[in-house]
Each structure stands twice: as structure tokens, then as C-alpha cells.
């Protein structure tokens, strides 16, 4: 788990993904099965997002938080 820093909501989260069962089953249900399997190959290429947000715009929290060197 890779914490990022949010750029809309202004924190520090750990990005997620989010696994949509009703859209799997629609594409499950009108692709024959293989729907389903394209939906899950899309969901792992997926951009991770903010869970509170749902933004994409997630950076580095080094570039956040300046070093004290």
C-alpha cells in the first residue's frame, strides 16, 4: 500500500479501485460470458483514485512534503 496525496481534497490516502458488480454483470450477462472477462481485464488497467474524492489526480507525498536535508 503506497499512500499518495490527494490534489482535490488536499490529503494524504491510499489510492483504490472500485469493483463495480452491476456493471460486471451487464457486460457479463450482454457479452456471453466474455464480457466479464473484458470487464475484469479493465478493471485491473484501471487508474487507481482517491476513496473519498474518487479523483485521479493523486501525486507523490514527497513532492508534498519537503525534506529536511
Same mark, same amino acid.
Not at 494524504?12 to 489510492?15: E, R, T
Given at each position: 500500500m503506497s499512500v499518495k496525496y490527494c490534489t482535490l481534497c488536499q490529503r494524504? &490516502? =491510499?489510492?483504490s479501485r472500485r469493483f463495480? &458488480? =452491476?456493471?460486471?454483470?451487464?457486460?457479463?450477462?450482454?457479452?456471453a460470458g466474455v464480457g466479464g472477462v473484458v470487464y475484469f481485464i479493465?478493471?485491473?488497467l484501471k487508474k487507481k483514485?482517491?476513496?473519498i474524492c474518487h479523483s485521479k489526480t493523486l501525486i507523490?507525498?514527497?513532492k508534498v512534503i519537503p525534506s529536511n536535508n
Open positions: 494524504q &490516502v =491510499v489510492p463495480s &458488480v =452491476v456493471w460486471f454483470l451487464v457486460w457479463f450477462i450482454l457479452g479493465y478493471y485491473l483514485q482517491c476513496p507523490s507525498v514527497a
